[in-house]
């Protein structure tokens, strides 16, 4: 329990928590309707009626970034997956099966992590069409090739172990080896590369969607709310700062509690 | 394992380590080229029409029979795989062939997109690494806990923060607030630094987080320990000793920055409406404009590759171990961890 | 007296000296303090040649590179002389002759002569659809027969009652014979050689186009200030694409004049330190543009109740310029031929939903209108413009209407067109003449987005563009227009307006007739 005695972790988890509240029950946290604008109220900085401030439409700041939450939040975690889970299958088969296989493999995963991820992003959204889920798939194969290393090399490393060499010759088949040695001990990095890598993936999530490929209007993902405030820089900062900073944070707590997590576990 | 030997045996040695690692290079720019190629003529949409669409506006015909004639014109019909041969043909003779939107040719394009991206990413580099190593320095001689801890903070922050939102502020306060820079396009020399300096934030972060754990790393080793009872200072131990070995691990993310700078330059070069390889990614893929997109690839991925083996050669030249193994093996398991230990 | 007839020479001399000085003093009063300008455009121009583009962006440019045959008057619609001295045309405007001056030369040196001209308009026919606006304007091009030198016709098959009004467009502008000869991505990198005041220094993409003054340039249209060479030695052209950096970049004084104001930014210009240059788009309004064979869109009362729906003042309020007008036809405001339909578009909430509500639809539990299981959403496809879009989902919710809105590269936008992919689709038709409606809806149009199964208007669109009598065409064009709206094949949203910006040093920006900028008498006052 050292780590409760850290403030930043302590503060890091808070605000996890928050989030993640924020994300599935939006309605208990919002004040207006997202998708509602009231055209006298429009462009007013952050009141006490618009805790944020609004837009040019004059739709509420606060209540959009509430409802956005879901949307950037869920796509990068599905980012994550993806990655995790492309990586961990590719992986372990490389990384078990050896040999020739292994060697194709890493190489394509080296062509993989060749290809800028934001390109590789950029062309699996235009194949599939604009929107978040997209993005997700996007960015998810972009990092899958880290993980397929990581994953791989402590498969390699595992399989030489001597307690496995051990198992082996008492005849311990590899499906049991696999489950009850390889994978537990590749969990410990993978996981914490994971928690680092959903911070990335939210800034690339949200880059992604600035750009205009994310989801469509009026949904107000975070990154597609940075964008559409930019036209306003001058007059109404507070519609590209705000979320953005809200972006800020929420990636800043989720690396300080992956860095504890790497650390610790 | 002998490291001295006659001139003969290490020059055989070297091209045996070498030799491979060239195949490799070779092989991950063909291939990188050949998924691109079948990943964007797998993709929805008709090329042609979005070309035209570009130059035509409003006036852009949709008549199937017009179009044909103009497909077979931009040289957008025959086979995938006289496509896909005929493009390759060209590419190794040097010629990238012309971009279907502009009608420029895709050469040109790069060449003049690349230095200003390069000059980008070039001084955000240098920004980001030598920023990291001072606050490093900083951190590890001062005497106060409360300074290092304070000092330790900073980079993650500049890894958490958006590059489209810091370079939204950057403008407004330094160019347009107060008048110190330029806010966009790429006429005037300085033009470079904000972008630069939106760039340095992740780059330097990310720099940080290799170098210092190797810089701590250092700091337990017993060698560091016999130079502090030595009655050394902390600076000159920095200075002589830590820095040295901690810039090796630091090394090998170099490609990772790399990877990672060709990415950002997209966002950075909307915001500042520069003209470089990013925004000419984004547009190339926005108009299925496949000629730019295959040659950007290509570019990118040799510039990757030879990154990756200027790194891997480096190692043999600063870590005198690894060199006398001339082990791939034992390079890539450094990598390896150094990605984990990120 | 021997000395009378001498005075009486020199005072005739005088005389005349007097009467020709009067433009010579007029040209002395006009004089730039600033020797070069900058222009931040918005986007890339891809391409110089304005006879091959239609984009906004490149026109603007490449008008003040070529000259045209007439010029009309924005005010007044009036075709009058420019390179052309003299024009007639037949009765039923099939066939038109022009004189051309005999002083204009290209800024290789070569003579304007009817061979010029002719070479400019085969070579555009020859081009065909890599010069899709061009090819419009020249529906029905038979050849252009050379009496000599400065006097030839232009045949047509059938008669062409747009042919003046593009004949004083840039994309009919003349280029050097050099350059008829060269192909299309040669004429679109380098640029073309025109007779215009300007000519082109360099193009390097994504960054900046520059224009130098044409030295020795006299043959201005009767509608400019004055004549000689331009009043600036250059004009440059940045590429700016982020809005905040060009607006940011007018006030700190980086730039002198910006294209494409943003709206929402009017407000920080209306001082006296700047100029506002705002113009109505002329053609068809940003609208919602149906395809009448896909379901729900095919229910008259749905496409009437999104007609009475919309509150255009609400949308011009908030996404328009401040100048500009709510849309109240299917054509613009500017266009000539424009007849207001504002009683029967006129916004009536009640009105729609009782529409809806007798045509079987009923308000569901989301506060989406549903009929038989099924619920009353409808896509639209668009481009550009998403506010526009935004504004108008709001407002349809209200009704009951779920208006889901894709927004989609121009590329997709252009492959939904040839596919027939869509609900409705977004956006304007921005031409200078009332035949925009023709291209927009009749079957044979080769851009035709609007898909409506109308005899009537069909046979009113094409009959329209072959009447020669003026008030008989006006008619017809009512016509279309009344029909339109009340069948509602068009749901009007926003009439966009160009609307640039400059110091308030800056003058002699003008517009000609189809909203694009005219930069012969610019110039800068201390």
New interface residues.
Partial sequence: MRLLRQP?IVLSALVILLTVAVMLWPTLFATHDP???V?VD??QGPNGTYLFGTD???RDLYSRVVYGAFLSLASAGTAVLVGVVVGAVVGLLSGFVGGRVDFVIM??V??L???????LA??VV??LG?GPWAVALGVGLGAAG?FT??MR?QVVRVRNEEYVEAARTLGVRWPSILFSHILPNSAR?VI??AA?EL?TAI??V??LS???FGA???EPEW?AL??AG??????A?WL??IP??V???I??AV??LARAIGENR | MSTAGTSPNRAVAVLRYLAPKIV?FV??IW??YT??FL??H????DPLLAALSVKGGDATTTDPAELEILRAQYGLDGSLWEQYWGHLAQALQGDLGVSIATGQNVGDMIARALPNTAAVAILALLLGVVSSVIVTYFAYVTRWAWVRNTLL?IP??G???????SG??L??VFA?GLDLFPSSGSRSPLSIVLPAVTLALPVGAIFFQVFSAAVLEAMASPYVFTATAKGLSPRTIFLKHVLRNSLLPSITILGLLI?YL??GT??VE??FSRDGI?RL??DA??S?DSNV?QG??IV??LV??AVNLLVDLSYGVIDPRTRATLSGRSVA?AK??A??E? | MRWAAPVAAVAAVSVLAACSSTPAETDAALESSKDTIVFAIKEDPTCLDPQLTSLTTSLNIGRQVVDSLVDQDPETGEIVPWLAESFETNDDLSSFTFTLRDDVTFSDDTPLTSEVVKANLDSLIALGRTAPLASQFLAGYVGTDIVDDLNFTVNFSAPNAPFLQGASTMTLGLVSLATTAETAEVRCTTGPIGSGSFVYDSYTPNDSVVIVKREGYGWPSELREHTGDALVSTIEFPVIT???VR??GL?SGEFDIIQDL?Y??EA?FTSDDFNLYAKANTGVPNSLIPNTTRPIVSDDAVRKAMLLGTDRE?IN???GSASGQPATSALTSSTSGFTSQADAMAYDPDAAEELLDDAGWELGSDGIREKDGQKLTVSVTAFYA??V???T??QL?KIGIDL?????TSGDFFGAVASGDYDFLAAGLTRSDPDALRVLFSTASSAKWGIVDNAELESILVEQAGTADADARQDLIDDAQKIIIDEAYLVPLLETTQLHASTSAVQGVTFDSASRIQLYDVRASE
Avoid: C
């Fill in positions: 930043g998708y509602e604008g055209a429009r462009l040019h439409l004059g190489r394509f080296d062509v992590i060749a290809v800028p991820s934001i390109l950029l062309i235009a194949s604009f880290s290393r990581i090399s990095p914490a590369y680092l911070g800034l690339a949200s880059a600035f750009l205009g469509q209007p009026p990154g940075v964008s930019r036209d306003f820089v001058s007059t900062w590209s700062v953005g900073i972006i800020l944070v990636v800043l690396n300080r | 490799q092989f991950v291939a990188t998924v691109t990943l964007i797998l993709l929805p949409g903070q993650p922050l890894v958490a923060i958006p590059a489209f939102l939204l502020v403008v407004s347009f990877g060709a990415g997209a966002v909307t915001v990013g990614t984004v893929v926005l299925r997109i950007i690839i990118v991925a990757y590759s398991r390896d961890e990605a984990v990120l | 982020e809005n905040s607006t940011g006030e943003p929402i930014d920080r609400e309020l908030l996404t998403q506010d879009l935004e504004a989902q709001i919710k889901q809105i894709t927004m989609v």
